[in-house]
């Protein structure tokens, strides 16, 4: 708190020396100063322009090569990005709502299992969401006929855990491979379109094979775009998932370590 005050102090006199030293600058040169601002301001303006014409320029050119590509494979191209897009916005929320703060969920379940028992720990579990907390529900289910049939639980219900944290993540890897695919076959269609043009006319022309080649460069650029993009949110998504994971192993263990020191103190 006291760095933060002797900042702020500092920074109030250094504000406050410019503002003077501006004032009594500005009593001589008003003139000059008045000038430059107008200046300054025109620059800023034009500037300004410029951006707003270079940012038109580049949404509008970029519409403009995505409606030269076709409406065939572009189409596909673009329903494949939002599809996998919205496949992988729904996988990110899922992930992120079922991460769950291991240390202080074990903490709360040995507690209530030294004071209430197991079925205070089950409520506890209750009240917490995500798949570590579904977990220990399973094994402390399972608690009161051994320890084996606690572990069995607990590694079966993992699995299952583990298949809904991978749910559809599968169509993102789909259309990440099935972009480029789609750009590189367009490729091949408008080189063969253009070789057709060469055939028909009986002469070599530029004119004749630019169209064909520009459309299938085109196509092979949006695929690999639409391809990068998705790949960037797939490995979020398994770094995200590898992650639980490892909490859900971990929380394993130490479920396993709590029911057996319950069982102990209860036969004590």
Same mark, same amino acid.
């Given at each position: ?22 004032? @009594? ?6 003139? #000059?100063?008045?000038?430059?601002? $107008? ?5 800023? @303006? ?18 403009? *090569? ?37 240390? /202080? ?11 209430? &028992? =197991?079925?205070?720990? /089950? ?9 570590? @907390? #579904? ?10 006929? #051994? !320890? ?11 699995? $299952? ?10 169509? $993102? ?5 099935? @972009? ?5 076959? &367009? ?19 530029? #004119?004749? =094979? ?15 775009? =639409?391809? !990068? ?35 102990? *103190?209860? *036969?004590?």
């Amino acid at each position: 708190m006291k760095r933060l005050f002797s900042i702020l102090v500092i920074a109030a006199i250094m504000v406050l020396g410019a503002v003077n030293l501006n004032a @009594a600058n500005s009593v001589n040169t008003l003139p #000059s100063t008045t000038v430059t601002f $107008v200046q300054q301001d025109e620059d800023a @303006a034009a500037a300004d322009e410029v951006g707003e014409e270079e940012t038109a320029g580049f949404h509008q050119e970029l519409k403009r *090569r995505f409606i030269e590509g076709g409406p065939g494979f572009m189409g596909i191209v673009l329903l494949c990005l939002i599809l996998g897009l919205a496949i992988a916005i729904e996988r990110i929320i899922f992930l992120n709502l079922s991460t769950t703060n291991t240390k /202080k969920l074990a903490q709360d379940v040995e507690d209530a299992l030294k004071s209430g &028992g =197991v079925e205070a720990a /089950k409520e506890v579990c209750r009240n917490t969401r995500g798949p570590v @907390a #579904s977990i220990y529900y399973q094994g402390l289910d399972r608690a009161d006929e #051994s !320890i084996e049939a606690a572990e069995k639980a607990v590694v079966a219900y993992g699995g $299952v855990q583990m298949g809904q944290l991978e749910k559809n993540v599968s169509w $993102v890897s789909l259309f990440i491979a099935l @972009a480029p695919m789609l750009g590189f076959m &367009g490729t091949v269609i408008g080189m063969i379109q253009a070789f057709d043009r060469i055939e028909a006319a009986g002469d070599m022309q530029p #004119s004749l =094979v630019a169209g064909g080649i520009k459309v299938a460069l085109l196509t092979t650029v949006f695929g690999l775009i =639409v391809a !990068i993009i998705l790949q960037i949110f797939y490995n979020y998504i398994i770094a995200k998932i590898d992650s639980i994971v490892n909490d859900m192993e971990d929380a394993s263990i130490i479920l396993i370590d709590m029911l057996v020191d319950y069982k102990n *103190r209860k *036969r004590i």
